[in-house]
């Protein structure tokens, strides 16, 4: 069974600054998904950002920006130029390429982002 | 395009009762996922449905807790008899297909159990 793993529970930075929140996860696979979702105070999870575990170059979307280690099954979330609208609860799921597309979450970051 | 829906938002019930909730995924979307969200923890997925079947129950309570979804679009989750326990968000997401495809959260049913 695959496992996520997020060791900071809570989190907070300057507006503006960057921040990191870092991802951990166990699998036999090969060849699998990796996701950070984003659920805002209102609750409504929303995809930040995804990457496939097959292709070597890291994703980015505009601010956000993963480092995806494979070897080493590390897989953070950069954000740059952080926003008051950043603030929320990151999630990072994985999801097999195989049979069931389940997502398994970790237990989320807290991050908030000071004014 | 309309987001996932759901209804109700809020849900006080006493332990042993009953109560259901609904979800209307995006129009078009096959796939279905129910995700029980206990506080301070990660959604963890209940049920997944590909159109009107079941694709993974393995992790749903099935002694108190059903689902169905009749037509392949609209879903019920039902839990009967509430436990203290069950208190928790209830997510239901959908994606466009099977496969790997970005899943669609709705704003998830928040249940208080007492």
């Known amino acids: 069974a695959q496992t996520v793993t997020q060791s900071q529970p809570e989190m907070s930075v300057q507006e503006a600054e960057t921040v990191t929140l870092s991802c951990t996860y166990d699998?036999?696979?090969?060849?699998?998904?990796l996701f950070w979702y984003k659920q805002p105070p209102s609750r409504q999870m929303i995809l930040v950002i995804r990457?496939?575990?097959?292709?070597?170059q890291n994703a980015t979307e505009n601010r956000f920006s993963v480092n995806f280690q494979k070897a080493a099954k590390s897989f953070s979330l950069k954000i740059s130029d952080s926003q008051l609208g950043d603030t929320a609860m990151y999630f990072c799921?994985?999801?097999?390429?195989?049979?069931?597309?389940?997502?398994?979450f970790g237990t989320g970051t807290r991050l908030t982002i000071i004014p | 395009e309309a987001g996932v829906a759901q209804s109700p938002r809020y849900k006080i019930i006493e332990k042993r009762q009953s109560v259901a909730f609904w979800c209307n995924p995006i129009?078009?979307?096959?796939?279905l996922y129910w995700y029980q969200q206990i506080l301070g923890q990660g959604p963890k997925l209940l049920i997944q449905?590909?159109?009107?079947?079941?694709?993974?129950d393995s992790q749903l309570p099935k002694d108190r807790f059903s689902a169905e979804r009749l037509k392949g679009v609209d879903s019920t989750l039902k839990i009967q008899p509430a436990k203290l326990e069950d208190s928790a968000v209830y997510l239901c997401?959908?994606?466009?297909?099977?496969?790997?495809?970005?899943?669609?959260f709705g704003p998830g049913t928040r249940l208080l159990v007492l």
């Open positions: 990457q496939e575990a097959y292709k070597q």
């Open positions: 799921a994985f999801s097999s390429n195989f049979g069931n597309e389940k997502l398994t």
């Open positions: 997401a959908s994606s466009l297909v099977r496969g790997v495809e970005t899943q669609y």
């Open positions: 449905f590909q159109n009107n079947g079941v694709v993974d």
């Open positions: 699998t036999s696979e090969s060849n699998y998904y």
């Open positions: 129009s078009g979307h096959a796939t």
